[in-house]
């Protein structure tokens, strides 16, 4: 038998050998997995012998890492503020940028009574900034829609991991909410175009979903609708977030260019690209 120690070095360089970034950390990750164990507690059993299940679960694991298919759907989960969420490729994989979003969304919040407040999270799939707002601030009255039937599923499953009261509703950006009204909405919608997508890394293009990646041939499409639409459906002084690519800062400005918008602010992300869009209504 092979002990975790000799597997740990073998198995990283299975997946250097196929080029997988951080490959150390994957098999880290995999083995804490495999075997129950939080992956710092792996350095003080490096002599523990691996059985033979054990070692076959790795290996089916490590065969699909290094065809580049993403870590967090081999686990199938990932955290995210602080909430566990299950993973699959019916959703994307929450970014860091989005975690920074709902950071953001958060610490404006902070300054506002929420007692009644009603907030959407459209485009959720995986529910997480809908259940990361509400994990924060339970005040809140919080919706998750989303047209895919798989996603919200995987939302729902989300929802009772975290023991959360949220509602959720299925459908086309703001058409399950007609004759509604929120005072926060909060949405990460499809933003890449057709041509970026064709060149995005492949563990994004080949493994996670282009309809919650593609937002049309501009990548502009979603802002357009929701720019059009989302006045009729706000309360008066109601704050909207958006996720942005960061070469949309003029394009949605120029879209979100009605009078009704007291407040436009585009704001960067840690690496500096202009990421984050922010409104409110008079």
Not at 136 to 165: G, H, M, R, W, Y
Not at 193 to 198: E, F, K
Not at 221 to 236: G, M, N, Q, V, W
Request: proline share 5%; glycine share 6%; with cysteine.
């Amino acid at each position: 038998m092979k002990t975790l120690g000799e597997v740990l070095k073998l198995s990283t360089q299975y997946l250097q050998e196929r080029q997988v970034s951080r490959a150390r950390r994957c098999v880290e990750e995999l083995l804490a997995d495999v075997l129950g164990l939080k992956r710092l507690d792996l350095y003080m059993q490096f002599d523990r012998p691996l059985d033979e299940k054990e070692l076959a679960i790795l290996r089916q694991h490590l065969a699909r890492r290094g065809k580049g298919e993403p870590l967090d759907y081999i686990l199938k989960k990932t955290t995210f503020f602080n909430c566990i969420l299950e993973i699959s490729p019916a959703v994307l994989i929450p970014r860091p940028e989005t975690e920074v979003l709902l950071d953001k969304v958060c610490s404006q919040l902070k300054k506002i009574p929420l007692e009644d407040k009603i907030a959407w999270d459209i485009c959720s799939g995986s529910g997480c900034l809908g259940i990361g707002l509400k994990n924060f601030f339970p005040q809140l009255q919080v919706t998750l829609c989303d047209i895919s039937p798989q996603a919200l599923e995987i939302a729902k499953n989300n929802i009772f991991l975290n023991n959360l009261e949220i509602d959720t509703i299925q459908g086309d950006l703001l058409s399950p909410f007609s004759g509604k009204k929120a005072d926060i909405i909060l949405c990460n919608p499809p933003y890449v175009s057709q041509a970026d997508y064709m060149n995005l890394d492949r563990e994004v293009k080949d493994f996670e979903p282009s309809l919650a990646l593609v937002g049309g041939e501009t990548g502009l499409e979603f802002y357009a609708r929701l720019a059009k639409d989302l006045p009729s459906y706000l309360k008066p002084g109601a704050k909207i977030f958006f996720e942005i690519g960061s070469g949309q800062r003029e394009g949605v400005l120029d879209l979100f260019s009605a009078s009704c918008w007291k407040c436009k602010v585009v704001e960067r992300d840690w690496s500096g690209l202009d990421r984050f869009f922010f409104l409110e209504i008079e």
